[in-house]
């Protein structure tokens, strides 16, 4: 089976761009989750995708947005760029919503190195 | 509002050396607890989870962790390490319907 996938690995933009990254999770799984992963904060929360719709919200400005397909896969869009959101994004498939179930795994991705210059 | 404190952010020990990271969290109801891991250019992967029960969990590559109730706790414990656990360790509690949260991380580097 197939693990997660992110496109692309690596990303350079400017102040003010947007950028959109996109997670293809494991067949079958139904749950994208997207975290940011800094040095100085460590792992957060960003949001949860289940059966297309939002589910779950961490604190984050309304710039980062996401989306989810009938197939599941993800995207992650981040509008009008500032320098701290240079960071490793990460998402993770579940084959459930998240904390649904008490089997539940977080299979992550190797995540969008995205630098803003 | 649940939130997840790991009081080590770089730890050096020598091969051979035991392991003890800590971890607590802040929640008041039923939580599932999970130690992730993260090699130097490779992608999270867990490491063991607690869900119920027995509360000395064991993971792989002989790691373990004891879930201590009435002290919030959910420390990850290896009797010797070796050159090949270096990594960065993150401790995360998911809380019922709520997100789940992460440590910040605790790097740690063995020295052969």
């Known amino acids: 089976k197939a693990g997660v996938t992110q496109t692309p690995r690596y990303l350079i933009k400017t102040r003010g761009q947007q950028v959109t990254l996109s997670c293809s999770p494991i067949s079958g799984h139904r749950s994208v989750s997207w975290y940011q992963q800094t040095p100085g904060q460590g792992l957060q929360f960003l949001f949860e995708?289940?059966?297309?719709?939002?589910?779950n919200k961490g604190n984050f400005p309304g710039r980062f947005s996401g989306r989810q397909f009938s197939n599941s896969r993800s995207e992650m869009n981040v509008s009008t760029l500032e320098l701290g959101d240079s960071a490793l994004y990460l998402c993770?498939?579940?084959?459930?919503?998240?904390?649904?179930?008490?089997?539940?795994?977080?299979?992550f991705g190797s995540g969008t190195q995205l630098s803003v210059l | 509002a649940q939130s997840v404190s790991q009081h080590n952010h770089h730890v050096i020990l020598s091969e051979a050396a035991s392991l003890e990271l800590g971890c607590n969290y802040s929640?008041?109801?039923?939580?599932?607890l999970f130690w992730y891991v993260q090699y130097p250019g490779q992608h999270l992967q867990l490491l063991l989870k607690y869900f119920s029960g027995d509360p000395l969990v064991k993971g792989i590559k002989g790691f373990e962790a004891e879930f201590i109730k009435s002290k919030f706790s959910f420390n990850l414990r290896k009797p010797s390490v070796q050159w090949s656990d270096t990594a960065e360790y993150f401790c995360a509690v998911n809380g019922g319907y709520q997100k789940v949260t992460f440590g910040i991380g605790t790097k740690l580097q063995v020295i052969p």
């Open positions: 995708y289940f059966s297309e719709t939002q589910r």
């Open positions: 993770a498939s579940s084959l459930e919503q998240l904390f649904h179930t008490t089997n539940e795994k977080l299979f």
């Open positions: 929640y008041g109801g039923t939580v599932n």
